[in-house]
């Protein structure tokens, strides 16, 4: 599986928009459960989407924990939507924590 999948279906707008606010948490053997806010979920330009392919869109999550976790795939659980995949790109850090960025392309 690669990053931005389920094992049923690749991942895609909607399985988030409904989320924005919901914990996501780290769930992979040997690291820290860092627990991740999703802060927005918004669809992209269609011109950066590859034709037949789904939409393009990104997520934007926020992580209290002060650690900068390096860009990479990461296993994250959700209440309602289950593991999933996702690659995390840290992108700013304030008072409020570390936000990462997924991009759906």
């Known amino acids: ?5 389920r094992a049923d279906k690749p991942l895609v707008l909607e399985d988030f928009s409904d ?4 914990a996501f948490v780290i769930s992979e053997r040997g690291l820290p459960a ?6 927005k979920a918004e669809p992209l330009n269609p011109a950066f989407g590859l034709p037949g392919v789904r939409p393009p869109f990104s997520l934007f999550f926020v992580a209290e924990d002060p650690r900068i976790l ?7 659980a959700n209440e309602a939507l289950g ?7 840290p992108v ?9 960025q997924a991009v759906f392309n």
């Open 34 to 39: 860092i627990a991740f806010t999703l802060r």
């Open 70 to 76: 390096p860009q990479r795939i990461y296993r994250l």
């Open 1 to 5: 599986m690669t990053g931005g999948e």
């Open 92 to 100: 700013a850090k304030d008072a409020q924590g570390v936000t990462y």
């Open 83 to 89: 593991e999933v995949s996702i690659v995390l790109v």
């Open 19 to 22: 989320k924005v606010g919901q």
